[in-house]
């Protein structure tokens, strides 16, 4: 059964996912104020949504529980037979539902996860997955070498597994946050584990980087002076950094190298 039809008894209509895309993007993600590289992560979910088989089963690991215990990306894939994890730890029991407000608005689209465990032991069968998505959470799996095998072995042969991953955060959802993959390392990882890695995508740029580190700084600041500080740096500080963000993309004195915020990578498993 579909995501759609099990909530509603029928579909999402296309502006309700145009909304449900727009909530994302303005108040989950901010990627126009606060968080640009996010919005690789929309595009490419966007895409793969689209460029999924009717009845495929797709398996979304995610964070459910921070937005009160939904799925940011089941709606896209209504037509889908979709799996959604929350993978939160149970350090996060005490903390919540503390992103929830991001997603009460009207336009965002309610679907529950399916339920919650452990991404490194799912408990799905051998090759079950037609596709899986690990949007953003990577980084907070203690043990990689197991969360690497496992997708392997639940993606179906000619399947596909989607990582989106930071490669600038801060330390947050502490203890939970283990480390930071290069695309290079994750496409290694990716092939000792038995998967077929695309080429990279990669997002942002140094100048993004300035910003990104600035937002998280701001949230330093005590709370008498934040609202003076942040007008100073989204007003003024923020439109320059991301215009010299897209004006100048390459590295002028060093070959080989470059500065993404983010990446995400695309591998298959061999028929």
Excluded at 119 to 126: S, V
Excluded at 147 to 163: D, K, M, N, S
Aim: charged fraction near 20%; hydrophobic fraction near 40%; aromatic fraction near 12%.
């Amino acid at each position: 059964m579909s995501v759609a039809e099990e909530l509603t008894g029928d579909s999402f209509t296309a502006d309700a996912l145009s909304g449900h895309y727009d909530v994302l993007a303005e108040r989950v993600f901010q990627i126009e104020r606060k968080w640009p590289h996010f919005g690789l992560l929309l595009e490419d979910i966007r895409q793969l949504a689209d460029a999924c088989a009717p009845g495929s089963r797709v398996v979304s690991f995610e964070r459910g529980l921070l937005y009160g215990g939904c799925s940011l990306i089941a709606p896209f894939f209504q037509n889908s037979d979709f799996i959604s994890l929350d993978c939160s730890p149970q350090s996060a029991n005490s903390r919540g539902a503390y992103n929830a407000a991001m997603t009460q608005d009207p336009r965002f689209l309610f679907v529950p996860t399916t339920h919650r465990g452990s991404i490194e032991d799912p408990g799905l069968a051998d090759q079950s997955a037609d596709l899986i998505l690990v949007p953003n959470l990577v980084h907070h799996v203690a043990n990689q070498d197991r969360l690497f095998a496992e997708l392997a072995r639940i993606t179906a042969p000619g399947g596909q597994v989607y990582v989106f991953e930071p490669l600038l955060r801060e330390l947050h959802q502490e203890p939970d946050d283990y480390l930071r993959w290069t695309p290079y390392g994750m496409a290694r990882a990716m092939t000792q584990a038995g998967l077929e890695p695309e080429a990279p995508k990669q997002t942002g740029g140094p100048f993004e980087a300035i910003a990104y580190c600035w937002a998280q700084a701001l949230e330093y600041f005590p709370e008498d002076q934040r609202v003076t500080m942040a007008k100073w740096f989204y007003d003024q500080h923020m439109p320059e950094l991301m215009a010299w963000d897209k004006a100048h993309t390459a590295n002028q004195q060093r070959d080989h190298t470059s500065f993404p915020v983010a990446f995400s990578l695309i591998a298959r498993k061999p028929r």
